[in-house]
């Protein structure tokens, strides 16, 4: 009888230690998991910001070629950058001194889970693109 009794004291002292590894293994698997979305969720922003600045700085250029005017060109790069990507917001839109050219400045928060949550990670969160493009030749 004691010769049962020492096997399930073996092996339950062998369950507490595979239990342990598992948990260990299941906690650096969420945070491995977690640092991965992170990353992924601000180069994915950082992907749509360009492409807003990039849509902003060809309809500026594009407006401006066409009519001369900068507010034109101004809202013609917001309109354009607000159908690319709906949460990048225009910050500056310049234009060359010879009109051939406009350069936009988007910003755009990016959406992850714990980046914009603690006060001295917010701004890996927030994305800073700046297109340059030149207008439209037919």
Known sequence: MSGMFAVRRRLDDERGVVMGFLVRTAIVFAVVGVALFETGTIMLTSIHAHGAAGAAAQAASNAYFQTHNYSIARSAAIKAARQNDPNAK???????????????SVVETA???????IGFTKQLGIVHATEEEAHATV
């Open 111 to 117: 959406g992850t889970l714990i980046v914009q949550r």
């Open 90 to 104: 225009v910050v500056s839109v310049k234009l060359s001194k010879d009109g051939a050219s406009a350069t936009a």
